[in-house]
């Protein structure tokens, strides 16, 4: 049984000046035949199935429609047209700072959020000193959420969503808060929460990020899909060249060309690193002192001829 299934999933915004003019305005305008409404569907007639201990990389430039299907995926929108099934309990990470009270202490907005995700106190009693250690925040416990950084909060929510108990986890633009070391800790737990069977979802603008996470990807365009399956790594490498070229795959053939050409690029751009390294070598090997030029010497030999050492 797939975890989550969306078939044919369309998702309609209605535009127009009703907020801004007025209830008799409105009426006015509606009797005379000059009140417009303007359509815009987000996302278009996308469909995708996860089973169990999936991660799904979505990808796609601003203004895909990627934050606006994670939000029928969490139960926040309903589809316009189409179906979502989901088959287990959420932890949603959309909007890092959203469900906390600013005036509340961080201790209170943890409670406060684990039960908004359906846990216990007895079950937040358990988990709150491990929240607080992942979060880095034992010396904040007491103080208002307000005083935090938005670094703090984004971390004081991506841990209670990970160290909670959900069947699927979705996390938008997340994994990227907090600094290098965070980032890292981050990455690692959500391996580990992975390897457990839970399912996930992932948003980013790392491609590098959906490469090691993800073990299929969706790709959309305008709210339309462009790919869904698990050929991860070549569906990125299509997707970095038309991120350079702009030209949009219409069938599996132009993807593979694109994916293609982004492999001969990136050895291109290989190659004229070493290349680069090797002349930045060379110039301190004929100018430098004595202890540079050897250094500098032995650097090109270990790179170009590593037999000549052995």
């Avoid at 007895?122 to 979060?135: C, H, L, P, V």
């Avoid at 209670?160 to 070391?181: F, K, Q, T």
Wanted: proline share 2%.
């Amino acid at each position: 049984m797939a975890i989550i299934r969306a078939d044919g999933v369309s998702i309609r915004y209605m535009t127009g000046d009703f907020k801004d003019i007025g209830l008799k305005e409105y009426v006015v305008r509606r009797l005379q035949g000059k009140y417009h409404v303007t359509e815009f569907w987000a996302d278009w007639d996308v469909s995708f199935s996860l089973e169990r201990g999936d991660m799904l990389g979505i990808i796609g430039t601003n203004g895909a429609g990627k934050s606006t299907l994670l939000k029928a995926v969490s139960g926040i929108m309903v589809p316009t047209r189409g179906h979502m099934e989901i088959n287990g309990t959420i932890a949603a990470l959309l909007e890092l700072a959203s469900g906390f009270d600013p005036d509340l202490t961080v201790r209170e907005n943890t409670y406060l959020r684990g039960a908004m995700l359906g846990y216990t106190r007895k079950f937040m009693n358990e988990m709150y000193d491990s929240i607080i250690e992942f979060a880095e925040l034992q010396d904040f416990q007491e103080r208002p959420f307000k005083q935090l950084s938005s670094g703090m909060k984004s971390r004081l929510a991506f841990s209670i969503a990970c160290l909670v108990n959900p069947d699927i986890l979705i996390l938008d633009e997340v994994l990227s808060v907090g600094d290098g070391a965070f980032r890292k800790k981050s990455g690692d737990k959500m391996r580990q929460i992975l390897s457990s069977g839970v399912t996930g979802i992932l948003v980013s603008h790392s491609v590098d990020q959906v490469r090691e996470m993800c073990n299929k990807i969706l790709w959309l365009d305008h709210g339309k899909q462009i790919y869904f399956g698990d050929e991860t790594e070549r569906i990125c490498n299509a997707y970095e060249e038309f991120l350079i070229t702009k030209k949009l795959p219409k069938s599996a053939e132009a993807i593979d060309a694109l994916a293609a050409d982004f492999v001969v690029r990136r050895e291109k751009a290989r190659q004229e690193r070493e290349m680069d390294e090797a002349r930045r070598l060379q110039n301190v090997l004929e100018a430098g002192s004595s202890d540079a030029a050897l250094a500098a010497a032995l650097a090109i030999v270990q790179k170009q001829r590593p037999d000549l050492l052995k």
